[in-house]
């Protein structure tokens, strides 16, 4: 695809690949963006074109159209020279269960972080069984845990850093243990993005990233993304087009829209979650503050090592009951009580850790998960205050 006037320029650095990754405008007369592409049908001129759809470049909408390639070509430019190809998915759950059954087989262990995103944890309670598989979860935070389990493991789930508790995990060590089975390591870099973490260029063979949260950035859209790298590739193209996936030409329209202001309203959200991060520290009601990025995290040193910057999303742990938590969260009037993230807007979960965790517990307090969004920092003080003025009340 080099010489089809679609920029996707290797030399570019990734901020001018946001902004120009995929686009072709004089295939579209020289309008900027791709249009929405609504297809199912691609119509031949001969019978003969049509026997020889395997080798078009648009065989049938579900497969590939100027919309899916745009986006595409641009997700497998800004995740590094590593990576073979991308194909997109209706969730970002769907990302990692895709990823997993690219490269799961019979008679073998599927491994899972005891942190994992909980739906993917169930598709291992739950689905993994079926393929002859078995999940296993292992501790995020025990090399040894990781090294034991890792033997006749066919695929290694790594999650940096990990759902709602926020523990780095060393990659390294996954990675190489990974390599020495033979297992093949799907990493869910949906915190990060490919802006402050390549996973490919650290080993991994298989990025999935809910695309639902940074890339479209506006909370109005559900898409996921998968790239692999060159030995992997084949497999997850082969069963993302066995399987009939794609998805919606209207939500990967939006996530090319969205990936244009991805980089500055990352910036941003870095800059206001640090903020608040270190004021949530000082306050006596708050016993940690689980955020790698805080240089006395217990994750600081691996973070630093792997990770080019924090996005916005981390954690507390509240000194109080489950009911004070419940009556901070309440009381909060400029956060949204509500699930996923990454949009332009704070938002604010009650962490349920009984039954996401069975490797290692969770003895500590409540847990209180922020997403900290675009709007002006001291605002957001402000609305934590409320919060905590209602848990002492
Ligand atoms: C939200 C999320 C997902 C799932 O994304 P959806 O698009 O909501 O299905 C997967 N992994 C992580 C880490 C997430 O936060």
Known sequence: ??????????????????????????????????????????????????????????????????????????????????????????????????????????QTKVLFPDNVYFPSRRFGDEVVSMFGAEAVYYDPLSNDDIRAKMKGASVAVVEAPGSLTFEMPDIAVIVAAAEEEGAVTVFDNTWATPLLYRPLEHGIDIAAYAGTKYFGGHSDLMIGSISANAATWPRLDRLHRVLGLQAGTEEIWLTLRGLKTMSVRLARHQQSAFKIAEWLKERPEVARVLCPGLPDDPGHSLWKRDFSGMSGLFAIVLKGSLEEAKRFINALELFGIGASWGGFESLVILAELEQSRSVRPWTEGPVI?????????????????????????
């Open 369 to 393: 998960r922020l997403h900290i969004g675009l709007e002006d920092p001291a605002d957001i003080i402000e609305d934590l205050e409320r919060g905590f003025a209602a848990m002492a009340a």
């Open 1 to 106: 695809m080099a010489d089809d006037g679609r920029k996707n320029r290797t030399n570019w650095r990734t901020d001018t690949q946001l902004a120009h990754a995929g686009l072709d405008p004089m295939s579209f007369h020289g309008f900027v963006n791709p249009p929405v592409v609504r297809a199912s049908t691609v119509l031949h001129k001969t019978v003969e074109s049509m026997l020889a759809r395997g080798e078009h470049r648009y065989p049938y909408g579900l497969m590939n159209t100027p919309t899916i390639e745009a986006l595409t070509t641009a997700l497998t430019s800004i995740e590094g020279k590593e990576t073979a190809g991308t194909v997109l998915v209706p969730s970002g759950l769907a990302s990692v269960t895709i990823g997993i059954m690219a490269a799961v087989r019979p």
